[in-house]
């Protein structure tokens, strides 16, 4: 079992930054696949980042290629999202979600891949 907490969502203008943490309990944190999702209002969920167990794979969604940075601390039981360049069509809840995988390149980007969620937390980008 793991129980996922984000935070450092807010407010922030067009252009601006932010950075995501997602907190995990428990002793097994770097045997999950973690990854990064975000709903928008009346949209479905979708996938932004992925990172692998061990940090050495990751993948985006072609919306926020070059301008997101999912990264992973195995000794803090964390996972980052590092946002730049923030465009108003960010804006979103954004979920934290684990995996449980056995290889250590593997990355996954379909919701229905990972077994637990976070609470979410919001990110309003202002134009």
């Known amino acids: 079992q793991v129980q996922l907490v984000e935070s450092g969502g807010g407010l922030v203008q067009a252009g601006g930054s932010l950075r995501l943490s997602c907190a995990a309990s428990g002793r097994t944190f770097s045997s999950y696949v973690m990854g990064w999702f975000r709903q928008a209002p009346g949209k479905e969920r979708e996938f932004v980042a992925g990172?692998?167990?061990?940090?050495?794979?990751?993948a985006y969604a072609d919306s926020v290629k070059d301008r997101f940075t999912i990264s992973r601390d195995n000794a803090k039981n964390t996972v980052y999202l590092q946002m730049n360049s923030l465009k108003p069509e960010d804006t979103a809840s954004y979920y934290c979600?684990?995996?449980?995988?056995?290889?250590?390149?593997?990355?996954?980007?379909?919701?229905?891949?990972?077994?637990?969620w976070g609470q979410g937390t919001q990110v309003t980008v202002s134009s």
């Open positions: 990172i692998s167990r061990s940090g050495g794979y990751t």
């Open positions: 979600a684990a995996g449980s995988v056995i290889g250590m390149a593997v990355v996954l980007t379909h919701f229905r891949r990972y077994d637990y």
